[in-house]
């Protein structure tokens, strides 16, 4: 959970930047700071220039500079990210997933992506 008083943050990155306009309204109104970023290594400054951790990061897989695992992987283990949520368009061998934590396939149903964060964030 966020520290009481303070509104969770969650950024979302992605490459794409239609998706990720998609994205940043669909969550618009969860209660939650939406923030977001176009590549892996913009979104790495970001989470280093926040007081808090967020409370979830979403990340496309593959992008230029700095991959979404890759992100994922440093935000968790720097205490940058209390959870992350990976989307990609290709499929991870089951293993990477393992591995990875939850993935969301694209193109998915925005209701669905939706409902996943929630619940993300209600852990």
Known sequence: MAPA???PIILVVDDE???L??????????????MTASDGADALAMLESLAAPV??????I???RLTGDAL????????????VLFITGFGPAPEEVARLGP????????????DRVESMLAL
Not at 21 to 34: E, F, K, P, Q
Request: charged share 20%; hydrophobic share 40%; with cysteine.
């Open 21 to 34: 306009t998609v994205m940043a309204r669909t969550l618009s109104h969860s209660g939650c700071r939406i």
């Open 55 to 60: 409370q979830l990061l979403v990340s496309d």
């Open 17 to 19: 930047p239609a998706l």
């Open 72 to 83: 994922g992987t440093l935000a968790l283990e720097r205490g940058l990210a209390r959870r």
């Open 5 to 7: 008083g303070s509104t």
């Open 103 to 114: 993935v969301l396939k694209k193109p998915f149903n925005l209701g669905v992506f939706r």
């Open 62 to 64: 593959r992008m230029p």
